[in-house]
């Protein structure tokens, strides 16, 4: 599979420097995808280092690196201190999560990720999970609805949309994104349509990966697993998903409470390398404009 066709890696340098690869060192991309990223790492890791790549997804297995540093774990990164301590890792040195959805997750209509493209609802990363987007909006209460659209999405009229979602599945069972468009279209002014639509199917995909929670537990994982000067790279792209990193490398917690020792000092298990969020550079988003959302914070365990 072409890798630009696949997904073009945001912020790839600026990502992968900020790990400050050491040529023997143990690394994890808990992102695979197009593999772009753990391309760049390998380039800078020496024959005795190695690398372990997670992706949930199938299709990113077609893009597998054959080299004897590289392992390939199809999982959820949420189950990564698991999966590392079967392959025998008992700490790393480094770990880089790109938590974008792949453009071939956009691109390909068979997986519902987009309202720009004809399809079914689904939005499952791994599809061998059972619950797609068509069982959220089918299945769950009109307040449950309302609280996903108002949370993960930030839409304000969250609870009109899951009224609206309510009283059409009464009459006809949801399946196809050109159903959801419909119940949306009320609510999808021309001047903010993009915007409006983008933020409910951010939504629906979010519950249907149980993206906010798999997050939460990769970052406690990881930092168990880093060793002291052990460094965090994430990149972002909304800010449900930056405000739990940032909090978390700021305070070792997710809702960035600071906690003092006795004599007033901050305890906190990172220092911070980026204290100002990295973005792409202007050449970049003209390059790549999926990337133009994209943040990066570093973070080294202490």
Partial sequence: MNLKI???????????????????????????????????ILKRLGKNGRLLAFDQDEDAYQNHIPD????????????????????????????????????????????????????????????????????VLNEYSEEKLSDIFFFYGELKSARKIATAVSAYRRSKKIGAVSDFLEIMKPFAFREKENKTLAQAFQALR???????????????????????????????YHSLEDRLVKNFFKAGNFEGHI????????????????????????????????????????????
């Fill in 259 to 302: 906690i003092k020792d006795f004599y007033g000092n901050r305890e906190t298990p990172f220092e911070l390398i980026n204290r100002k969020v990295i973005v792409p550079t202007e050449q970049e988003q003209v390059d790549n404009p999926r990337s133009r959302s994209a943040k990066l914070r570093i973070a080294e365990k202490i």
């Fill in 68 to 135: 004897p540093r590289f392992t390939f774990v199809k999982s959820n990164f949420r189950f990564l201190k698991n999966f590392l301590r079967y392959h025998r890792i008992d700490e790393v040195d480094g770990i880089l999560a790109d938590l974008g959805v792949s453009s071939h997750h956009f691109d390909d209509s068979d997986r519902g990720f987009s309202f720009r493209l004809p399809g079914d609802l689904d939005m499952r990363m791994n599809r061998l999970s059972r619950k797609t987007a068509a069982d």
């Fill in 6 to 40: 696949y997904h073009i890696p945001a912020l790839l340098q600026e990502s992968v420097g900020g790990l400050n690869i050491r040529p023997d060192g143990v690394y994890v991309d808990v992102t695979f995808g197009g593999g772009g990223h753990s391309k760049e």
């Fill in 206 to 236: 979010i519950e249907v990966n149980d993206e906010l929670e798999a997050l939460e537990k990769m970052l406690i994982q990881g930092l168990e697993m880093l060793k002291s000067g052990g460094r965090f790279s994430v990149i972002s």
